[in-house]
């Protein structure tokens, strides 16, 4: 009999941990930019951020698709409306008090491509 095959530890690059994570990589602390980062160590940051997570979530840098979520927005708007690098808390705050109209526009094209995407998923197949 065979003793059993020890468990291998499943790990990320970086970059795919601080997309999970939902903040940009170049804001991390270079300890966390040099390694790899374990599915264990993933579930720890989320469970309980050290000071430097939680500050990032909080105040930014952050990535598109966490300002674009924020902004209640598509990424490809961000994009359209000329937002193509990370955006501070304050920064998205902002342009919330503002509102500017591409921000109305983008909103509104976002919530109907949503509309569409549930009614489609909806629908029985014919």
Known sequence: ???PKPKTVQTMKPATAAKK???LLSAT???FQEGVVS???LNELQSTPPAWLADLRRNGPHPKQVIA???RV???GLIRSGITGPLTTAE???LKAENPAWL???RSVHAEARKEALRLKQTPDN
């Open 21 to 23: 994570l939902g903040v």
């Open 39 to 41: 599915r264990d160590e």
């Open 104 to 106: 109305e526009r983008e």
């Open 29 to 31: 602390p270079a300890e």
């Open 92 to 94: 998205i705050e902002a």
């Open 74 to 76: 598509s990424i490809s």
């Open 69 to 71: 979520a924020k902004l």
């Open 1 to 3: 009999m065979s003793s």
